[in-house]
């Protein structure tokens, strides 16, 4: 196995099955283009006579677009920007702060990333898309759905404040549990 020497840029990218790891190789002098998500090469290019461009790749289970773009700084300086879905990688993360909703808890000795998009309301649990069932309740929804056993519930209230919207909450086994910050 050869070493990562030509090793350019690594991201981490939270999506809604989980937490991708990419990596970008870059030889400046062979011209070689080689992207890794996860570990798992996606994109080899050997001898690429033209050092600047695009790469353009998919991540996850979800296949999100993905595009490593290559620009040239100063001489034989170059700067890799990743983007997601056609935006910048910080764009990404502030739209997903508001498009998502992301818990870590441990149960049995496990520990699960559960995910909620707000706009389609389907939970996700490391990368599975859940089967969940939601009901109108006195005081918002709530979706149900199973970790291990353990009866999960999303409890969607409103804030009563037009700027804060829907509060979303996490309940397992009748216990409230933490957002996570990613």
Known sequence: LEKMTDLV??????LS???????????TTSGKRVVYVDGKEEIRREWMFKLVGKETFTV????????????AVSGFAYEYTLEINGKSLKQHMENRLKTTNTWILNLGGTDYRIVLEKDTM???????????AGEFVEDG????????DHGCCIKAVSSGKRKEGIIHT????????????E
Do not use: S
């Open 9 to 14: 840029a690594v991201w981490e990218v939270a």
């Open 17 to 27: 099955d989980g937490v991708h790891k990419i990596e970008f190789e870059h030889g």
């Open 60 to 71: 996850g289970a979800t296949k999100t677009k993905a595009a490593i773009n290559i620009d």
């Open 122 to 132: 389907d939970v996700w649990c490391n990368g599975e898309k859940m089967e969940t």
């Open 141 to 148: 929804t709530e979706t149900h759905f199973t970790v291990a």
């Open 170 to 181: 996490l309940i397992v086994d009748n216990r409230e549990i933490p957002e996570a910050v």
